[in-house]
Every structure is written in structure tokens, then in C-alpha cells.
């Protein structure tokens, strides 16, 4: 299967950082004949300049978020169908940073992925557990509780693309064992498998939490890790590219 390398600009970049997809880009072709795609997604304020700005090199683009309806009174909110227009083929639902910062539930984040559906993008749909459920011996019931409440009824091949993240390894510099994450991401294939049967089998599962290009290789070893969900080493080519470098 191929490797997904999504790369979480998050609220970073302006016009300059153009260049930086610019030099991403111009590794793309190459990557996919590894057998690695790659996709950037920026703020959406950036998001049609970038997609323009790389067309035709095979690095995709996608929004970090939408709304989940088509259009309409959200002041603010952007729609799945404004992403696709913008040149988005993908877009990330339920990263944990907006699941706390606006509460979004899964039942949301679910209504945001069908939405991402409905427009013709491939929804990343972010799942995780916090360092205190960790710690009290909930994280798989919670994560596959999100997974189950956030991913929609039913699936077609290729459809989404789900992406473990535990919140306490996000942007922090602390990243799951090797352990943990086959654990984690067994139990999410096997999920997958039981409510789709084979075909769930299909569905690629990211790992995501302070991805570099030191710890990147072994993560990418490990079973059903399907690729990586980069935030803070996506920002600059070079330290995104370190890590497609080591992958593939
Ligand atoms: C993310 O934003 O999804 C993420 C995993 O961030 P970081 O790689 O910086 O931990």
C-alpha cells in the first residue's frame, strides 16, 4: 500500500512559505514512484494560492477543517465544497486541537467527514487519547469509542484515511513506543475489519505526534501504520523532506 505523508501547517504560513511547498513539491514525482504520496495542508487562507502553485507536480493539498454543511449562515466556517474549489483533495476532521479548543464532539467530527465526502475529498479523520486517560488505562476504549462515533457509515474503498494521534505527543516532542502504537493501531484495524469486513482492512491508519525524521523510519515499521500526520517538522521542506528521505 502506499505510504501517506500529510504534512499540518496548522495556523503557520504565509505568502512565503509558498516556497517551502514549492521545494516539497518538486520532490513529489518522485516520492510516488517510492510509493509515497505526499500532502500539504496549510491554512485555508493559503490554501488556493498553494494548490495553484503546485499543480501538476503530484503534491495534493487539503483543509485542516470544514463545516458540515454546504454553505450558508457560519460566520467563519469554511465548507468542504470551498476546499475542493480551492484545490483540496483532502481534509483533516477531529484533530484534537479543535475537538478541545471547540468542542467538537465525535458526533461532529462525523457530520464533518460525510461532508468531506459529499464534496469528492478524502477526509483524514483524527482520533486520540489525552496523557490522563493514558494513565488511567482508558486510551484504546476512548480511541476506538472515536473512531466508532466519528467515521461514517459506510465505506467504499479509499475512501478516508484515519490517523492516531495521542494528544500528549502532539507538538510536545514525545512520541509513542513502537509498542504502543502496534497495540493502538491493531486495535483500530481490527475495528475497521469487524465493521467493514475486509475492505476495512484498506483503510490507511496515520500515525501522528511529533513525527521527525529521527524517530519516523521505526514508526513507519510498525504493523498497520499506514503513514504519518506530520505537524511542526512539515513547516519547513527540508524537515519534511528528511523524513520522506528515511521512509522510502
Ligand atoms: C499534528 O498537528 O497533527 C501533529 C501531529 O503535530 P506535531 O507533529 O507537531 O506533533
Avoid at 513507519?220 to 521512509?247: C, P, Q, R, Y
Wanted: glycine fraction near 14%; include cysteine.
Amino acid at each position: 500500500m502506499t505510504i501517506v505523508l500529510v504534512g499540518n501547517w496548522k495556523m503557520n504560513g504565509l505568502e512565503a512559505s509558498l516556497d517551502e511547498a514549492r521545494q516539497i513539491a518538486a520532490e513529489a514525482g518522485d516520492a510516488s514512484r517510492r510509493g509515497v504520496s505526499l500532502t500539504i495542508c496549510p491554512p485555508a487562507t493559503l490554501l488556493a494560492r498553494l494548490s495553484e502553485a503546485v499543480a501538476g507536480t503530484g503534491l495534493s493539498t487539503g483543509g485542516q477543517d470544514c463545516h458540515a454543511r454546504v454553505s450558508g449562515p457560519h460566520t467563519g466556517d469554511v465548507s468542504a465544497e470551498m476546499l475542493k474549489d480551492a484545490g483540496a483533495a483532502y481534509v483533516i476532521v477531529g484533530h484534537s486541537e479543535r475537538r478541545a479548543d471547540h468542542g467538537e464532539t465525535s458526533a461532529i467530527v462525523k457530520a464533518k467527514a460525510e461532508a468531506g465526502l459529499r464534496a469528492g475529498l478524502t477526509p483524514i479523520i483524527c482520533v486520540g487519547e489525552t496523557r490522563a486517560e493514558r494513565e488511567a488505562g482508558k486510551a484504546e476504549a476512548v480511541v476506538l469509542a472515536q473512531v466508532e462515533g466519528s467515521i461514517p457509515d459506510g465505506f467504499a474503498s479509499g475512501q478516508f484515511i484515519l490517523a492516531y494521534e495521542p494528544v500528549w505527543a502532539i507538538g510536545t516532542g514525545l512520541v509513542a513506543s513502537p509498542q504502543d502504537v502496534a497495540i493502538m493501531h491493531g486495535a483500530i484495524h481490527n475495528f475497521l475489519v469487524g465493521r467493514f469486513g475486509p475492505i476495512g482492512a484498506t483503510i490507511p491508519i496515520l500515525y501522528g505526534g511529533s513525527v521527525n525524521a529521527q524517530n519516523a523510519a521505526e514508526l513507519l515499521k510498525t504493523a498497520h501504520v499506514g503513514g504519518a500526520l506530520v505537524g511542526g517538522a512539515s513547516l519547513t521542506a527540508d524537515g519534511f523532506l528528511k523524513i520522506l528521505k528515511v521512509i522510502a
